[in-house]
Each structure stands twice: as structure tokens, then as C-alpha cells.
């Protein structure tokens, strides 16, 4: 059952990289920071992808196999559900973070200096 355990763990962890992220403010979060949280998002999703291919490979096809599956779907679904939602909310702060760098940057542009013919 090691392929249900490691589906297991890595549906928990994205969830709870979901839940963290979302318990954290916005004001907290850079651009920077949400690339490296983007790279570990989709890292943690990957896991998920291969180890519910692992685990849905070992069920037999019996009637216990295929409630086992269900369920496993179920799980999978929601994991993928978090991971878009999850995925979302930090393309949307990353653009508005850039927008507003952007805007701050020419809200006081630095004058040029106008050439002065004699």
C-alpha cells in the first residue's frame, strides 16, 4: 500500500501549501517570492500527477478496486481544484504587483533634459 500512502502524502502536502498560502497576507508576498512559491506549487502538483498514476495502476479491477478509484479521483479532483485556484491567485498577484511597480515608476518621471539649439 506504499502507492496509496505517497498519494496520500502528496495530496496533503499541495493542500496544505494551499492552505499556507492562503493564510498569508498579500502585503507579505513579493514578486519574487511568489515565482519561487509558483516553481514549488507546481513541483508539488507534479507529485501528485505521478503518484496518483502509480497508485491507480495497483488497484485491481475488482469492486473494491473501483471504489478505491473513485475515491482516489475525488481526492485528485480536489487537489487539482487547489492547485488552479492556488496557481491563479498568484499569476493575479504577480500582475497586479507588476502593474503597480510599473505605475509607481512613472508617476515621477525623472525630467529629460531638452536640447537647446543656439
Known amino acids: ?60 479491477e475488482d469492486e473494491s478496486g473501483a471504489a478505491a478509484m473513485r475515491s482516489a479521483k475525488c481526492r485528485y479532483q480536489n487537489c487539482y481544484a487547489a492547485y488552479l485556484t492556488c496557481a491563479a491567485l498568484m499569476g493575479e498577484t504577480i500582475h497586479n504587483l507588476t502593474f503597480v511597480q510599473q505605475t509607481s515608476s512613472t508617476v515621477n518621471p525623472i525630467p529629460r533634459e531638452v536640447e537647446q539649439t543656439p
Open 1 to 60: 500500500m506504499t502507492s496509496l500512502y505517497d498519494f496520500s502524502r502528496a495530496c496533503d502536502a499541495l493542500l496544505e501549501f494551499e492552505e499556507l498560502y492562503n493564510n498569508t497576507p498579500n502585503a507579505s508576498h513579493s514578486v519574487y517570492s511568489l515565482e519561487i512559491q509558483k516553481d514549488e506549487l507546481k513541483a508539488l502538483w507534479l507529485k501528485v500527477k505521478e503518484s496518483f498514476d502509480t497508485y491507480s495502476r495497483s488497484l485491481s
